[in-house]
């Protein structure tokens, strides 16, 4: 199906994934928003949104000392997989942190070139959706091999708030679904998979009240509670924008500056001196 890491590799990474979950007293766990205080724990971590859609991350050092970076402009749940893979750089590759490590939307939405690559993406899949977490999820939501459809993938995604394809690949990688099953569900874009029923999940979990949410447009503290959600990291900034828009406002109206692609040049140039 595609060039796949050896059966070493996996081992490897699975008892890499292990040893980390088990250090970081997450065994059996789901990670989802922690990876952010991990990274942030590991490095001088920034987030800060950025309005390039190819743009996730990046990792450098100076000085001895390591700096991360998410960008907070692309979708929370590729946030939430750019900072898992980025951790294994620096775990496991700390010869590459010389060099400024910036990862672009390619690398994780593409099968990349670099077993490097390849790694970091396999080890975060396997971090933020650990095996026997998933299948006790497919357990407790009653999904069936044999009958599971896209609606039952959707389900899983708000779980591990990991992008529609990472839920699909580990699917496949632990056996519950065929090789042509997975490939047919990956034929599916992800906007596509999760239009309109993820982001009704999204909205369900901002601190609204039921008869908020059915008048979501004319409540009123809507702007208030929007924009606390972002402040409590409950959505990421292209949520918060869209969020807002539905009231015509924007996220300048209230003092989120917008880095632009000099800001970040600047930052790279940083970590290069």
Same mark, same amino acid.
């Given at each position: ?152 993938? $959707? ?71 929007? $924009? ?46």
């Amino acid at each position: 199906m595609m060039n796949e890491l050896t059966i070493e590799d996996i081992k490897l990474l699975d008892q890499r994934v292990n040893e980390q979950l088990g250090r970081l007293q997450l065994t059996n766990q789901i990670v989802r928003e922690q990876v952010f205080r991990i990274l942030q724990n590991e490095t001088t971590f920034m987030q800060y949104p950025i309005e390039d859609d190819e743009l996730c991350a990046f990792v450098c050092q100076k000085q001895g000392r390591l700096f991360s970076y998410i960008n907070s402009y692309i979708p929370h749940d590729k946030q939430i997989f750019a900072a898992a893979h980025e951790l294994y750089h620096i775990w496991y590759e700390e010869q590459r942190l010389n060099e400024v490590e910036v990862l672009m939307n390619q690398t994780l939405e593409e099968e990349p070139a670099e077993r490097s690559e390849k790694m970091a993406n396999r080890f975060a899949a396997m971090f933020l959706v650990p095996e026997l977490v998933l299948r006790q999820q497919l357990s407790a939501l009653q999904i069936d091999r044999e009958t599971i459809a896209l609606k039952d993938i $959707v389900k899983l995604i708000p779980i591990f708030q990991v992008p529609y394809k990472t839920v699909v690949l580990r699917l496949f990688e632990i056996g519950f679904i065929r090789e042509k099953q997975c490939q047919q569900f990956l034929t599916i874009p992800d906007r596509d998979a999760t239009q309109g029923v993820v982001y009704q999940m999204k909205i369900s979990q901002l601190p609204l009240d039921s008869q908020q949410r059915s008048n979501i447009i004319m409540l009123d503290g809507y702007i208030e509670h929007v $924009v606390e959600a972002y402040n409590d990291e409950k959505i990421s900034y292209t949520e918060l924008r869209e969020y807002l828009a539905l009231a015509n406002q924007t996220p300048g109206d209230f003092g989120y500056p917008e880095m632009t692609a000099d800001d970040f040049a600047m930052l790279l140039e940083d970590c290069d001196d």
